[in-house]
């Protein structure tokens, strides 16, 4: 059986659903494929959320990712939101949510390590508990 994949949805695709992909690759790669996109792209992953991801995992979303649209992505299980009011209707999927983390964008460090964190204890959940979620 093939794992699940779950598409991080935000308005550019540039640092909470970046990081969230970055995030699930490392602790949940074993139980489910993450991919991340956005209904807009910027040019780039905001260099902030790349330095503290690799700061915190050692993980260089540079070399790894790259910025995408929603219809970039292949068919997904999970839709998770990150909270910026994204509906993605034309995103098929068996399960959404919706974590409704504020955009750290532009603030300190303290900002975006606290959502990475947040991301983490929010994919070691999805980890935990995506096959109930999806009713297998």
């Known amino acids: 059986m093939s794992k ?17 992909e ?12 993450a991919y991340s996109a956005g209904t807009e792209i910027k040019s780039e992953i905001n ?16 070399l790894t990712q790259h910025n995408k649209l929603i219809d ?15 509906s993605c209707p034309l995103l098929p999927c068996r399960y959404r949510e919706d974590w409704g983390l504020d955009d750290p964008s532009g603030k300190d460090d303290k900002e975006f390590i606290k959502t990475a964190k947040i991301i983490e204890q929010n994919v070691l959940e999805l980890k935990k508990n995506i096959h109930k ?4």
Do not use: W
Not at 4 to 10: L, R, T, Y
Not at 47 to 53: G, K, L, S
Not at 133 to 136: A, H, N, P
């Open 4 to 20: 699940p994949k779950v598409a991080f949805i935000c308005v550019h695709n540039s640092c909470r659903s970046q990081m969230a």
């Open 47 to 62: 260099p902030d959320a790349v330095r503290i991801i690799n700061q915190l995992y050692g993980v260089d979303m540079t």
């Open 133 to 136: 979620l999806l009713g297998e």
């Open 22 to 33: 970055a995030i699930s690759k490392l602790y949940a790669a074993d139980v489910f494929e």
């Open 72 to 86: 970039a992505l292949p068919p997904v299980d999970v839709v998770i939101t990150m909270g910026c009011g994204v």
